[in-house]
Protein backbone atom coordinates (compact mmCIF):
# COMPACT_ATOMS: atom_id res chain seq x y z
CA UNK A 1 0.00 0.00 0.00
CA UNK A 2 1.43 3.75 -0.81
CA UNK A 3 0.38 6.64 1.48
CA UNK A 4 -0.41 9.58 -0.75
CA UNK A 5 -0.04 12.25 1.56
CA UNK A 6 -2.01 14.68 -0.41
CA UNK A 7 -5.24 12.39 0.64
CA UNK A 8 -7.50 13.05 3.06
CA UNK A 9 -5.71 11.02 5.66
CA UNK A 10 -7.13 11.19 9.75
CA UNK A 11 -4.64 8.77 11.18
CA UNK A 12 -1.82 11.35 11.85
CA UNK A 13 -4.60 13.47 14.14
CA UNK A 14 -6.54 9.94 15.68
CA UNK A 15 -3.34 8.97 17.33
CA UNK A 16 -2.42 12.51 18.20
CA UNK A 17 -2.97 13.31 22.27
CA UNK A 18 -5.55 16.07 22.56
CA UNK A 19 -4.31 19.20 23.48
CA UNK A 20 -5.36 22.71 23.96
CA UNK A 21 -2.74 25.41 22.22
CA UNK A 22 -3.52 28.79 22.02
CA UNK A 23 -3.45 29.55 17.77
CA UNK A 24 -4.90 33.29 18.21
CA UNK A 25 -4.03 36.14 17.07
CA UNK A 26 -5.10 39.38 18.69
CA UNK A 27 -6.38 42.05 16.61
CA UNK A 28 -4.06 44.56 17.68
CA UNK A 29 -1.11 42.61 16.95
CA UNK A 30 -1.91 41.53 13.71
CA UNK A 31 -2.45 44.68 12.46
CA UNK A 32 0.77 46.59 13.94
CA UNK A 33 4.16 45.51 12.88
CA UNK A 34 5.64 43.17 15.55
CA UNK A 35 9.44 43.99 15.94
CA UNK A 36 10.13 40.28 17.38
CA UNK A 37 10.51 37.39 15.33
CA UNK A 38 11.50 33.67 15.78
CA UNK A 39 12.43 31.34 12.79
CA UNK A 40 12.80 27.44 13.18
CA UNK A 41 14.83 25.25 11.07
CA UNK A 42 13.49 21.07 12.08
CA UNK A 43 15.87 19.11 10.11
CA UNK A 44 14.50 15.40 9.45
CA UNK A 45 18.29 14.26 9.00
CA UNK A 46 21.77 15.43 9.20
CA UNK A 47 22.00 15.56 5.13
CA UNK A 48 20.45 18.07 3.32
CA UNK A 49 18.42 15.02 1.56
CA UNK A 50 16.27 15.44 4.78
CA UNK A 51 12.96 17.36 4.95
CA UNK A 52 13.00 20.47 6.23
CA UNK A 53 10.30 22.70 8.61
CA UNK A 54 10.86 25.95 8.82
CA UNK A 55 7.88 27.99 10.74
CA UNK A 56 8.07 31.51 11.47
CA UNK A 57 6.42 33.10 14.72
CA UNK A 58 6.08 36.78 15.16
CA UNK A 59 5.06 39.15 18.38
CA UNK A 60 5.30 42.46 20.10
CA UNK A 61 7.38 41.60 22.71
CA UNK A 62 10.51 38.93 22.92
CA UNK A 63 8.29 37.07 25.91
CA UNK A 64 5.26 36.87 23.55
CA UNK A 65 7.22 35.86 20.36
CA UNK A 66 8.99 33.08 22.80
CA UNK A 67 5.69 31.61 23.68
CA UNK A 68 4.18 31.65 20.36
CA UNK A 69 7.11 29.89 19.31
CA UNK A 70 6.09 27.18 21.85
CA UNK A 71 2.94 27.11 20.67
CA UNK A 72 3.36 26.60 17.22
CA UNK A 73 5.73 23.75 17.92
CA UNK A 74 3.02 21.82 20.35
CA UNK A 75 0.19 22.75 17.58
CA UNK A 76 2.25 21.28 14.70
CA UNK A 77 3.01 18.28 16.85
CA UNK A 78 -0.84 17.99 18.08
CA UNK A 79 -2.05 17.91 14.52
CA UNK A 80 0.20 15.91 12.88
CA UNK A 81 2.46 18.67 10.57
CA UNK A 82 5.60 16.82 12.01
CA UNK A 83 4.59 13.41 10.51
CA UNK A 84 2.47 14.59 7.71
CA UNK A 85 5.65 16.35 6.60
CA UNK A 86 7.92 13.42 6.72
CA UNK A 87 5.88 11.20 5.07
CA UNK A 88 4.97 13.56 1.86
CA UNK A 89 8.82 13.92 1.78
CA UNK A 90 9.32 10.01 1.41
CA UNK A 91 6.20 9.74 -1.03
CA UNK A 92 7.81 12.55 -3.02
CA UNK A 93 11.13 10.85 -3.23
CA UNK A 94 9.42 7.53 -4.04
CA UNK A 95 8.26 9.47 -7.09
CA UNK A 96 11.54 10.77 -8.10
CA UNK A 97 13.76 9.14 -10.95
CA UNK A 98 17.36 10.23 -10.19
CA UNK A 99 18.89 10.58 -14.00
CA UNK A 100 21.89 8.45 -14.22
CA UNK A 101 24.95 9.13 -13.43
CA UNK A 102 27.89 9.57 -15.48
CA UNK A 103 30.33 6.48 -15.56
CA UNK A 104 33.89 7.09 -14.44
CA UNK A 105 36.02 8.51 -11.77
CA UNK A 106 35.33 12.51 -10.96
CA UNK A 107 37.92 14.79 -10.79
CA UNK A 108 37.91 18.86 -10.77
CA UNK A 109 39.34 20.35 -13.75
CA UNK A 110 39.03 23.69 -15.16
CA UNK A 111 36.76 24.48 -12.50
CA UNK A 112 34.20 22.02 -13.34
CA UNK A 113 33.55 17.97 -12.65
CA UNK A 114 34.79 15.85 -14.96
CA UNK A 115 34.22 12.35 -15.31
CA UNK A 116 37.31 10.10 -16.60
CA UNK A 117 37.22 7.00 -18.13
CA UNK A 118 37.66 4.07 -15.48
CA UNK A 119 39.13 0.65 -16.84
CA UNK A 120 36.82 -1.31 -18.82
CA UNK A 121 35.26 1.33 -20.85
CA UNK A 122 38.22 1.13 -23.39
CA UNK A 123 39.27 -2.21 -25.25
CA UNK A 124 41.51 -2.29 -28.31
CA UNK A 125 42.48 -5.17 -30.44
CA UNK A 126 43.39 -7.27 -27.31
CA UNK A 127 40.94 -6.98 -25.28
CA UNK A 128 39.94 -4.93 -22.23
CA UNK A 129 42.20 -2.02 -21.30
CA UNK A 130 44.28 -1.88 -18.07
CA UNK A 131 43.36 1.93 -16.54
CA UNK A 132 46.79 3.15 -14.37
CA UNK A 133 46.51 6.21 -12.53
CA UNK A 134 49.78 7.72 -11.57
CA UNK A 135 48.39 10.60 -9.54
CA UNK A 136 49.69 13.21 -11.66
CA UNK A 137 49.47 11.19 -15.04
CA UNK A 138 46.84 8.36 -16.05
CA UNK A 139 46.67 6.16 -18.94
CA UNK A 140 44.48 2.67 -20.78
CA UNK A 141 46.92 0.29 -21.63
CA UNK A 142 46.81 -2.30 -23.89
CA UNK A 143 44.82 -5.76 -23.02
CA UNK A 144 47.27 -8.20 -24.51
CA UNK A 145 48.29 -10.79 -22.42
CA UNK A 146 51.52 -10.61 -20.28
CA UNK A 147 54.17 -12.19 -22.31
CA UNK A 148 53.16 -10.34 -25.87
CA UNK A 149 56.24 -8.23 -26.93
CA UNK A 150 55.71 -4.06 -26.56
CA UNK A 151 56.22 -4.14 -30.31
CA UNK A 152 52.87 -5.74 -30.83
CA UNK A 153 51.03 -4.40 -28.36
CA UNK A 154 48.46 -1.33 -28.79
CA UNK A 155 49.97 2.24 -27.73
CA UNK A 156 48.40 3.53 -24.57
CA UNK A 157 46.02 5.81 -24.25
CA UNK A 158 46.93 9.42 -22.10
CA UNK A 159 44.47 11.11 -20.05
CA UNK A 160 44.22 14.73 -21.10
CA UNK A 161 43.49 17.92 -18.92
CA UNK A 162 39.98 17.59 -19.91
CA UNK A 163 39.46 14.26 -18.93
CA UNK A 164 39.79 12.27 -22.06
CA UNK A 165 42.08 9.65 -23.32
CA UNK A 166 44.28 9.62 -26.72
CA UNK A 167 47.37 8.17 -27.53
CA UNK A 168 49.97 10.54 -28.01
Request: charged letters at 20%; aromatic letters at 8%; a positive charge.
Amino acid sequence: MTFDPFANNQTATESAPARTVNTTVPAAVASAPNPFKIGFTLKAADQMSGEWLTPAVYGQTAQETAERGRDLIHAMQEVGLIDLTAKAASYVRSQHIAPEKPKGKPSFQGGKVQHQAQEGEFTCEHGKRNFKDGGSWAAQFCGAPQGVPKSEQCPPLWRQKDGSFKAK
